[in-house]
């Protein structure tokens, strides 16, 4: 590593345990899902912005049974501005094929709404969020969950899981075991309580349940992606299961 890459590793370091937080730029009064996303469009709650092409918010409707919540957006990803377009977003969606789930009533986000990499050469190679990135980040994906009253959330991956979950939280242990939610959130006083009107006023959060999982990436790098990929959907069905029961 050069002296002047040193120094901007440190320097983004520096910015990182200092950032803002995503806070400052939710409006108060956002209704819908897309008030909340031609917002995020301009924030700047960490230094993640700077590099990154743009903002990928979630997709999918408000009346969604179930929210997919993975890691951060990969490379396609943020070129196109949309979450689970790239390789892992191709085995995500045969997956939930395969597993029967309904892909009209997925609502898909990121705990992290900025692609962080590396560059070597012309290539940007994915580097996984730090905590300050989470926590930064974190009040959108609050914001995302308090505009949906989704059945079954779904986390994929160990940053997803740490996010909602926390630090404690391992996906080898529990994969594939339905979880309440959000009585089993780390902070489940974030998700309990959802505004019904621009005025102000709020209600209890209909009780739903949680299931984690692998990140669909995890299948690619998998030394037999055919094992992992099965492993995927048997998780997924558990999912679709709870909803037709």
């Not at 209890?204 to 690619?220: C, E, Q």
């Not at 790098?221 to 709870?242: H, P, W």
Request: charged share 25%; glycine share 8%; aromatic share 4%.
């Amino acid at each position: 590593m050069t002296a002047g890459a040193s120094g901007r590793t440190l320097a983004m370091s520096e910015q990182t345990d200092t950032a803002p937080g995503a806070q400052r730029f939710i409006p108060p009064r956002a209704d819908t899902l897309d008030e909340l996303r031609a917002a995020a469009a301009d924030c700047q709650g960490c230094e993640l912005h700077r590099d990154a092409t743009q903002t990928v918010f979630g997709r999918g409707g408000e009346d969604a049974r179930v929210v997919l919540v993975g890691e951060q957006p990969g490379d396609l990803e943020d070129q196109k501005g949309l979450p689970f377009v790239g390789p892992a977003g191709r085995v995500l969606r045969r997956a939930v094929d395969d597993a029967g789930l309904d892909p009209g009533r997925l609502y898909l986000t990121n705990t992290v709404k900025h692609f962080r990499f590396e560059l070597r050469g012309r290539r940007r190679i994915h580097q996984t969020p730090d905590r300050a990135h989470i926590t930064a980040c974190r009040p959108w994906l609050v914001a995302e969950f308090a505009r949906l009253r989704a059945e079954i959330v779904v986390v994929l991956g160990a940053t997803a899981a740490k996010a909602l979950l926390g630090p404690g939280f391992r996906v080898t242990r529990q994969r594939g075991e339905l979880l309440p939610w959000p009585a089993a959130a780390q902070r489940p006083e974030d998700f309990t309580r959802v505004p019904i009107d621009s005025a102000g006023r709020v209600a209890d959060a209909p009780p739903a349940r949680l299931l984690a999982t692998i990140h669909p990436s995890a299948v690619l790098r998998a030394d037999n992606q055919e094992i992992a990929y099965q492993g995927l959907v048997a998780d997924l069905t558990v999912a679709s299961r709870a909803l037709a029961g």
